[in-house]
Every structure is written in C-alpha cells, then in structure tokens.
C-alpha cells in the first residue's frame, strides 16, 4: 500500500528534469558501492562468527549470541552513536586508530560502510548459523575419512552446502545495508559525494524539494527491486538445485 | 604420485618388529554406561566380518578404527604403525589415518557428481583436479561405473551409491577398509546383486577389512572370519561356518534358527540346563579339547538342536526310541516358505518346524498342551567357548 501510494503521488511529468542532477546519480552510485562493501565484509568477519556460534562451546557464547543480534533491535541512531564513542576520535577505540595508523572512520566513505556493516551482519549470521546448525555433521564426517583436513571440510563440503543460505543471507545483507539511515547519519553523517548515500539524500530532499524525494524514492524502490529479482532467479534457484 | 612418501610422516612409527600390513586393536571406548572393549586382529587381504545386535558397540568399534572417536584405552595398530595410544595421549585425526570408510547410508557429497565425489581424496592430497578426475575416472571403470560419471548422488539407485560409495573409499588408497553395514539400505534384490560384486572387490583388496552387519546371511557370505559383539564384549570368534554350526549366544542361535541350551554336562551324556530339565547327549560325544579348561565344576557346555530335528506329539509317544521328550505349550506359529515354524514354551522352551499338513494334524493351536521328542544324536553338544 504505501508503495502504490508512492508510485500515484510521482511526479512523472518532472521525473527526468528532477533524476538528470548529478546528486543523484552520485548517491545511487555511493549506496550500491556501500552496501555492496558493506556485505563484503560482513561474510568475511559473520562467516567465521557464525561458525564458531554454530560449532564450538566456548564460554559466553549466549552473551556474543546476544551481542551478534542486538543491532537487529537497537535503533540504528543509537547503534550509530556507539559507533561513534568507540570509533570516533576520540572514541576508546578510533583515539588508537587515529594515532598509530592515521585512520578516521567517522564522516568518511569507510564510516557508511562500517555502520552499514554494524547493522546488517546480523541478518547475515543468523542465515548462516542456522544452516551450519543444519549442514549433515556425517557428510563432514565423511570427508574426514578421505583425508580432508578441517579447513579443506569447510571450504569443500560445508560451504558448498549451505550456498544457499549463505547466498539469501548476503542479499538480506545487502538490502538492509541499501536502506540504511540512522546508523550512517550518526556516524557519517550526511556529505554529499563521501557519505549521502540514497536514504539520507531522500531525507535531506523531503526537506526541500518533497517533489525530488519521491522520485529519489523511486529510484531506489527500483534498483532494489531489479537487484533482487536478478539475485533471486540466477542464484537463489541454481543454489536450491544443488 | 608416490603414496607412501605421502604418508609416511603422518604415521607414528612402532618397533620396526611389530610391522607387518595387519590391523590390531587392543582397547576400549567408553560412552556414557557402555564401554567397549576388544582385542582383536585381523591380517592383510583378511575380510572380518562383526556381527552382532544393535547397540553391541560394532558402529562404536568402526569410529574408533576411523579415528572419530578416541580409544579410552589401549592401542590400536595398523601396518606397524600406532594410530592410537591412549596411555600416550596419541590419537591420529581421521584425515592422517589411511582408513577408508563405506558408510551405513553412503554419505555421497550432494553438491558434487559422481566422478567428483570419487576424486575428493585425490584433491585433499593436493592433487590438481585434472589428475584427481583423471584418477577417478580409472576408479569407476573399474568399478564398472563410467557410465555414472556426470550423475549427482540423488540421481543414482541405492546399489549405484553403494557402489560409488566403495570407489570412493577404495580411490583414497587406504590401508584399511571398513565397511558399516553397506548392504542394510538396499532392496532384497539389489542386495544380491551387489553382494556378490563387493565380494569379489573385497578379497582384491590387500589390506585388512572389516565388515559390519547384523545381517548373518551378508555375514556368512561375505566374510573370512566372523566375530560375534554383544553389550560391548566379543562373546565368539571363528569361521562363519562354525559360528552358525555352534553359536555361542541366544542372539545368534536365533538369527540362524537353532536351538540353544546352556547346561553342565553330567555323566553318560546328560546335561542339566541352566533354565531346569535335563536333556541326554549322545554318550562317548567328547568336548573337543576345551572341556578342561580349567573349571573345577562340571564343564560348561552348550547345546544345540535343529528345529526340524524336534517332532511333536499329541500325546506322550510310546515307542521311545529318542531319549529326550517333554512338554510344553504352543505360544506362536509362523509360517516360513514351505514349513510351519511353532514354538513352544516350557521348562524346554523350543522353536519346531512341521509341515503345513502337521499343524491341522496334531490341532496346534496357541495354548495347546503338547509333547517334543528328540534323539540324543540330534544334539551337538560343545564347551561353552564365552569366558565366565
């Protein structure tokens, strides 16, 4: 409903006048960069953290089960501003960050992509732990028995099994990280060409030119849905036929 | 690709006197309540078969010789060198073990075909993957599977997994074999099919086998030696033969359809029964040479009688020229191809098999008061071979 109500209110006459801005195709282009940075680094760091969810014993791991899944209900705006007490700079960890290696985060490029990470890994690890919960413990087993060692069982035979998962995961992923707001504001903030990526650049327009916003909307309403779609018919489906 | 040079430095090396290409295990796994607990070898190109009842420890006993569960004690030794050696916390992971393992259900890679499922260990050992496919496809010609190169697992026939499942195991050249009942999940046909053909892949290779089952069919068939697990403990070895001949256990007495009795053998050939009631042997029938093995008290024997060898009478028979008749009741009958099997409780409890005819004949009906004979020479009497 509110989509049709956003495809009846577009101001179609004006579409190409009000999208022909370079803004425009600037933030698209930030956003897709971002949140595909974004989704990149979450299966590098939730992949592991997944397993070890998954697979091992250690003590805590209720407490990092509860800490891996807390950006899913914490606002965004506050999961921003914890991004920014520890990675600012003079944030606990951002002040060392800053001194030895000369790095800023906040109000940089890398700064939506790690508060994009920070709110869609989550969705990322639950996919992937609950598949590796699942994965066939006897087929690793039997990989095993053919001098497999655990590192080559991971990559030759857990992780071709849960494609799958591993794939809906990375595109859940990425469409939260493509929608991100609050996170990024707080952290990034809202720089036209470094930081405004599509959802802050409709939010800044709705304040002037609410015309503009809905077309941006639009917009990124569109690309979404393409990206998907695609994702869907090539991946998702060759991933179920194993 | 020069396998032992491959292998050679994974295994941990034992007194150069001990090597010889043979399998021993001298140990035991615990699980909770159950413990496993066995000595046992088996020679190079030698097929043993284990045989035994559901929960006995033989799938307890095949983790442990693959290295997926450790030994709690003792050792475990194959081609002179120790896998295992729980008194030095030794325990070699599977993938240095080389131990090649035929799964109950075949546990073929979904994910990959055929041809790559037989090439996986290659590829483990870093072998490129056209050498591995090279060596696979070798694998399944001899195998008679060439034409399933290109299938997926969930296209091929319970036989066909087995198959390749055994190509699979046998491609990563191990020393030695396990087989985890690898006939269960087939169809009484295909089962006789590849019974045969595995047979014959069996006695090629030149390692040490160990076959698992609870099938004593699959078991007489397929093995050199059969070795009899229950609650953990070996209670029989010996050929296949002799293990049906002359069980040791109830469990097997059934699963080959004889009557067993456990007793003391007194003198002139009878011997009292441990559940009540005296049966007579043959007089002069000697023990074997195990009747002195050490008891003081009267030797331990067991008995065994063919179902058929048992008749049955309406009343208590007059002209008795067998030396053994008693009573009992009918609690069941069961039909097999050509004979009624019925058995009867009692002091002597006993499964008889009577034809059809005889069953309307004598009025066998569940409760019926009934009369058994059996001539002594009917009886094979043998020492009892469990230690007490």
């Not at chain 1, 001194?99 to 800023?104: D, E, I, N, P």
């Not at chain 1, 990526?197 to 503009?212: F, G, I, K, S």
């Not at chain 2, 999940?185 to 295909?190: E, H, K, M, P, S």
Request: charged share 20%; aromatic share 4%; glycine share 10%.
């Amino acid at each position: 409903m509110p989509l049709l109500a956003l495809l009846v209110r577009a101001p179609w006459r004006g579409m190409s006048r009000l999208l022909a801005d370079g803004a425009v195709l600037t933030a698209l282009r930030l956003s897709l960069e971002c949140a595909t940075a974004a989704t990149g680094l979450s299966l590098l760091l939730g992949v592991p953290l997944a397993w070890v969810l998954a697979r091992t014993t250690i003590p805590g791991l209720a407490l990092l089960r509860a800490l891996v899944t807390l950006p899913l209900v914490l606002p965004p705006v506050v999961g921003g501003l914890a991004l920014l007490l520890a990675f600012g700079r003079n944030g606990i960890l951002g002040r060392h960050l800053d001194a030895w290696f000369g790095v800023t985060l906040p109000f940089t490029t890398a700064g939506v992509i790690v508060a994009e990470t920070f709110v869609a890994m989550p969705f990322l690890i639950v996919t992937v732990e609950g598949a590796l919960r699942s994965v066939d413990r006897d087929l690793e087993e039997a990989a095993a028995t053919l001098r497999a060692t655990p590192i080559t069982v991971f990559r030759r035979v857990t992780l071709p099994l849960i494609r799958p998962s591993l794939l809906a995961g990375s595109v859940l992923c990425w469409a939260r990280a493509l929608g991100e707001f609050g996170a990024t504001i707080t952290f990034a903030g809202n720089f036209p060409g470094t930081t405004q990526t599509m959802p802050l650049a409709v939010y800044n327009a709705l304040e002037t030119d609410p015309q503009a916003a809905i077309a941006l909307s639009l917009v990124l309403l569109t690309v979404a849905v393409a990206v998907l779609a695609a994702l869907r018919d090539r991946w998702l489906r060759g991933g179920a036929t194993l | 690709m020069n396998r032992a040079g491959r292998d050679e430095p994974d295994l941990y090396d034992v007194a150069p006197a001990a090597a010889d290409a043979g399998l021993t295990i001298r140990g035991a796994v615990e699980r909770g309540a159950f413990r496993l607990d066995v000595d046992l070898a088996v020679a190079p190109g030698e097929v043993l078969g284990v045989l035994g009842p559901n929960g006995a420890g033989k799938t307890t006993l095949l983790r442990a010789l693959a290295g997926l569960t450790a030994l709690n004690d003792g050792t475990i030794t194959l081609g002179g060198h120790r896998l295992d050696d729980a008194a030095k916390g030794v325990t070699l992971p599977p993938e240095q073990r080389p131990v090649g393992v035929v799964f109950q259900n075949y546990r073929l890679f979904p994910h990959l075909d055929v041809r790559d499922n037989v090439a996986f260990a290659a590829r483990c050992a870093g072998a490129g993957q056209r050498a591995a496919r090279g060596r696979a496809d070798r694998w399944l010609d001899r195998l008679g599977l060439a034409e399933l190169a290109d299938r997926r697992p969930g296209q091929l026939s319970g036989g066909q997994a087995q198959r390749v499942a055994l190509a699979r195991a046998l491609a990563a050249e191990p020393r030695l074999l396990l087989l985890d009942e690898p006939l269960a999940a087939l169809d009484a046909r295909t089962k006789l099919e590849v019974r045969a053909e595995l047979r014959r892949h069996l006695t090629d290779f030149p390692g040490p086998t160990l076959l698992i089952t609870h099938d004593p069919l699959e078991a007489m068939v397929m093995t050199d030696r059969l070795l009899v697990l229950e609650n953990g403990r070996i209670v029989q070895q010996g050929t296949p033969g002799d293990v049906a001949r002359r069980p040791a256990t109830q469990y097997i007495a059934r699963l080959v359809g004889l009557n067993l009795y456990r007793g003391t053998a007194a003198d002139g050939g009878a011997v009292h029964l441990s559940g009540g009631g005296t049966l007579h042997t043959a007089p002069g029938t000697t023990l074997g040479g195990a009747a002195g093995t050490g008891d003081d008290n009267a030797a331990a024997v067991l008995l065994a009688i063919r179902p058929t060898a048992i008749a049955l009478h309406t009343s208590r028979p007059e002209h008795s020229s067998p030396r053994n008749v008693w009573t009992g009741a009918v609690a069941g009958l069961e039909l097999l191809t050509d004979r009624v099997r019925v058995q009867v409780d009692g002091t002597i409890p006993a499964l008889v098999d009577v034809t059809p005819a005889a069953v309307t004949e004598l009025d066998l009906t569940a409760g019926a008061r009934i009369w058994l004979s059996a001539k002594a020479t009917d009886i094979d009497i043998y020492p009892d071979p469990r230690q007490p």
